[in-house]
């Protein structure tokens, strides 16, 4: 376990690590920074001077070491839009990412999960093939255009909402829906299958055989050897989440890290881009390393060697 | 080690996940798929694809229109309005026309994309699972490396460095998609290096091409074929997604991302401009993503024995 633990630790750096390295990349093929800095009307030798002053003309490895070092102390640079510390741009959005998310995953959890095993139960009936259409319809629906024809539907033509904007719960609802779909849909699915493979076990007949209620059978036995492959899903989801914000934020105008992201591009505000893009990076590693773990703890057949 | 499945192995829409759907014990009469008649929906899912591929590669036979320029005296007309099928937008270019011409973008980056991808990821597959040792090991911990890294992030910093283009979106989709297929065919490899006749074929002196072309490839790329079609339709979304954000194809070039970016701006007056290419895209996703899991399951190696 240990040696396990350590191995997932060391890998969760190394991604870590490649992320930065890619900024790194990224930053440089940006373009001479110092050109972004300085005023459009500089001459050659003011831009010289800054140059060598910042220490962008000092060797590549040199530069990559530093910046690594620099980041590993929380230092991205400066935003060039807000003049403000790229870092604390990205800690001041996070909470809303971090709300939007969690409703998400909530809402494709609560409803996904009773959904599943309903599907599972019924088997072949009614009730599984709708979920079933509707989990392949929740992760084929983009969620740029769920998120449009919700705002058409609720905002424009009904004016129950307000398009965007972060503040009352109702505003919450829309995105939160909108995100959590795709997501949805998986997790039904994915329960749906675990159920119906542990309902085949040889166990799972004993249980009923012995008499026991069933829904002493679902709660006790079934759900529990299901739950694996279920966490692990929602796990993932949440990761994926995290990368789909960046379209949902933009749509319902949501101040959060993704829409951070979208907005710095836009202005070429490079530093800030990389210092959101990295922290979100770190984040869906750290999430992944938590089912990971979470994974072995639920399921103590898996022996890590 | 290169043994161990880790348990993020269920971290792609692979075979494992969807043929659990399925699974009929053994002996079982049921072999009609989920869905109802699964055969007869993947079937009707590529009879719409390859529809849609005729109506875009043939657009010019359809429809007379150009997308390109419009009459600026006929913008925002309804569907339905004498001439104009699906209407016009708000500079009075045929919607029909620039559907049927956002359809070539979109489907030609999916099936290059895909392609790229697809046959990246297989050939790595086959190597590093059929070969083992440390290029096994190295390669692994980069796929593990790059899914845990936000797609949408790593695809807007490159367009952001890169530009928009057809080729870089085709690029970064590619990119952000070999892993998969190298994960899936990697581990059907690694089954098959302990088959009878592959030994056989070893012991008979076939060099280890020979073996991989003839004897591995013919059966792991069932489940790969499968996994290619899920993969054109996250990835068409992906395109959207990314032409809806502004990084992917630039107006005036009609694809169905950024119509629905041009579109959204007149949805109290136009709804159509946002309905209609969502739905188009959804249509696209919905379908790639029935014939995958149709696919899935015809080549699901649990059921060929």
Known sequence: ?305 | MSERQPPAGSRLPGPKEAAGTAGPPPGARRLRPRLGGGAAWGIAAGLFLLAEAILAVGAPLFTGASPLTGDLEQRLLAPGTAGYLLGTDQLGRDVLARLLYGARVSLLVGVVAVVIAGGFGVCVGLITGYRGGWLDRVVSRLVDVQLSFPFMALALSIAAVLGASLTGIVVTLAISSWVLYARLVRGESLAMRQQEFVEAAHALGAPSWRILVRHVLPNVIGPAIALASLEAGRLIVAESSLSFLGYGIQPPIPAWGNMLAEGKDYMAKAWWLTVLPGLAVSLTCLSTTILGDWLTEVFDPRRRR
């Open chain 1, 1 to 305: 376990m240990v040696r396990y633990l350590a191995s997932r630790l060391a890998l969760t750096l190394l991604t870590v690590f490649l992320a930065l390295s890619f900024m790194f990349g990224v930053l440089h093929l940006a373009g001479d920074p110092v050109l972004l800095l300085v005023p459009v009307d500089s001459s050659a030798e003011h831009i010289e001077r800054m140059r060598v002053q910042w220490g962008f003309a000092d060797p590549l490895w040199v530069q990559y070491g530093r910046f690594v070092w620099r980041a590993c102390h929380g230092d991205f640079g400066t935003s060039l839009k807000y003049n403000l510390p790229a870092l604390s741009l990205v800690l001041e959005r996070l909470p809303a990412t971090a709300l939007l998310t969690s409703v998400s995953i909530l809402f494709a959890v609560v409803v996904g999960l009773p959904l599943g095993v309903l599907a599972a139960i019924r088997e072949g009936r009614l009730a599984d093939r709708l979920a079933t259409v509707g989990s392949v319809l929740g992760q084929s629906i983009p969620s740029f255009w769920l998120g449009l024809l919700l705002i058409l539907a609720f905002s424009v033509t009904l004016g129950l909402v307000p398009t965007g904007g972060m503040g009352t719960p109702a505003q919450l609802l829309l995105p939160g829906v909108t995100l959590g779909l795709y997501s949805l849909g998986r997790v039904t699915k994915l329960t749906r299958a675990s159920v119906l493979e542990v309902l085949r076990a040889d166990y799972i007949r004993t249980a009923r055989a012995k008499g026991a209620r069933e829904t002493t059978v679902l709660f006790r036995h079934v759900l529990k050897n299901a739950a694996n492959p279920i966490v692990t899903i929602i796990g993932l989801q949440m990761s994926g989440l995290i990368g789909g914000a960046i379209v949902v934020e933009t749509i319902f105008a949501w101040p959060g890290l993704g829409r951070l992201i979208v907005q710095s591009i836009q202005f070429r505000d490079f530093p800030t881009a990389l210092a959101a893009v990295f922290f979100t990076a770190v984040t869906v590693s750290l999430i992944n390393l938590f089912v990971d773990l979470l994974y072995g703890l639920l399921n103590p057949r898996i022996v890590h060697e």
